[in-house]
């Protein structure tokens, strides 16, 4: 058998091949809507891509399973389990459904199908068991299982609006956990996530574990009360991403093909004026320093450099009307390509550096030290997640989640000059970009480290 991992790091997603040596015969499991890496590797080990699959209805983002059927051929094995709310809608022909207990063949490489709710309804693991053996090798978990933690059942209630799921999640994942610890300890876990994932909480860096390790040291294998369990998992889960809602209908009904998606062209200063006059969103995808010492008023900085800038764009974005970027030229191509990671397909068109001329803003920035010593002369905004903000917090800091912000404008004051804050000076960036775009004057980003400001700065804990 051959096993190939990819890694998103932007999206922390895990996507794997795997293929039959003797056939040539491969599957994927939950591609990302980028094929280009699973079509390489399928050419470099030999393999036809045969078999594509997915865990669940993905809500971070835009499944790359009926991208890649349509670029091989491949035949699409997709979950027929949950209530109709939950059904593909993309099925045809070229589509198998699978229910809890069935089983298909990649070459000589057997795949069993187990039903895990609790992320999602329809929620699947698949175990492999191997040509030359008589006992499974591992199990591909998705969102069910990951290094140290499991999955979030909240957000359908959270990102998708359907009322009283949390719980019902919950419970179905502490039945999950029960059954797999009936399976052996020696049985590969393959999760379809890493740190920083917002489909957890705590999810672990490494790549992949066993059961047996995550029955030693996983909290959710610790729980013996289905109660206990329930409050643990609801506790703490960070704030879900708005985009998310977006990629659950995406994947449900069936993402647009690549190849369907219109050519981005490039605009000129002038129609970017007439854009930021109608109010226009456009990101300033530039970094930090570049974006404080000249940009243009009313554009949104959401640097580039930074792995994860998708889940921020993601969390402005409105997914009927149209955005535009800003960037270095030889960025445009990937910066792209990444926000159509997330199903931003509707880009309008892209501005070059040249627009940045003539009439610019500045935007200021302070320091922890500088701050400490004029702490009462300003009012500060932590827009870090609830959880970390009660972890530890500047004294008299106000919390607004960063993506939550334009909900609560009204409650930041104008007449006061207002220090945004994160924990490194990134989100708290994006953060005052977003305000002066709605018209406040008084921003100042706090550019430093919780290192730094947590011992400068008095701190508390909610």
Not at 34 to 61: K, N, R, S, W
Not at 182 to 210: E, F, N, R, V
Not at 234 to 263: C, H, I, T, W
Request: hydrophobic share 40%.
């Amino acid at each position: 058998m051959i096993l190939k991992y990819f890694y998103d790091k932007k999206l922390a997603q895990a996507s794997y091949m795997i293929g039959c040596s003797a056939t040539g015969e491969s599957l994927v499991i939950d591609p990302s809507r980028d094929v280009t890496p699973y079509l390489q590797v399928a050419q470099v080990e030999g393999l036809q891509i045969t078999h594509v699959t997915e865990t669940h209805i993905h809500a971070d983002y835009v499944s790359g399973t009926r991208e890649l059927a349509a670029r091989t051929g491949a035949r699409k094995f997709l979950s027929d389990m949950g209530d109709d709310f939950w059904k593909y809608q993309f099925v045809d022909e070229n589509t198998v459904l699978l229910r809890d207990g069935d089983w298909w063949m990649v070459g000589n490489i057997r795949v069993d199908v187990i039903h895990t709710p609790g992320h999602t309804p329809e929620h699947l693991a698949f175990q492999i068991t191997d040509a030359n053996a008589d006992k499974p090798m591992g199990i591909f978990t998705g969102d069910f299982l990951f290094v140290g933690d499991v999955g979030r059942p909240d957000l359908l209630e959270e990102a998708a609006g359907i009322a009283n799921t949390r719980e019902i999640g919950a419970r179905q994942q502490f039945h999950n956990v029960q059954k797999f610890k009936q399976m052996p300890d020696y049985l590969q876990i393959w999760p379809g996530h890493g740190a920083g994932s917002a489909c957890g909480k705590a999810l672990g860096a490494l790549p992949s574990t066993t059961l047996g390790y995550e029955k030693l040291f996983n909290p959710a294998f610790q729980i013996e009360d289905e109660d206990e369990f329930v409050a643990w998992l609801l506790d703490g889960q960070p704030e879900a991403p708005r985009y998310f809602a977006q990629m659950k209908y995406v994947n449900k009904v069936g993402p647009k093909l690549l190849s369907e998606l219109p050519v981005v062209p490039r605009l000129n200063r002038d129609a970017l004026r007439s854009l930021l006059d109608d109010g226009a969103l456009v990101f300033d995808m530039r970094d930090r320093a570049a974006f404080s010492q000249a940009h243009i008023p009313g554009t949104i900085n959401v640097p580039f450099s930074d792995g994860g800038c998708v889940n921020y764009v993601g969390w402005f974005v409105n997914y009927q009307e149209p955005v535009y970027i800003l960037a270095e030229q030889d960025a445009i191509e990937t910066i792209l390509n990444n926000f159509k990671a997330i199903g931003v397909d509707h880009v309008a068109g892209y501005f070059t550096l040249d627009v940045i001329q003539g009439e610019t803003a500045s935007l200021p920035t302070i320091d922890a030290q500088t701050l400490a010593e004029n702490l009462s002369q300003f009012d500060v905004v932590d827009v870090r997640g609830a959880a970390e903000y009660q972890s530890c917090h500047i004294a008299g800091a106000q919390n607004i989640p960063l993506g939550y912000l334009p909900n609560y404008l009204d409650s930041i004051p104008r007449e006061r000059t207002v220090v945004m804050q994160c924990a490194s000076g990134y989100r708290s960036q994006v953060a005052a970009s977003l305000l002066r775009r709605y018209g406040f004057q008084n921003v100042i980003n706090l550019n430093d480290r919780i290192e730094n400001w947590s011992k400068l700065l008095p701190t508390e804990k909610a």
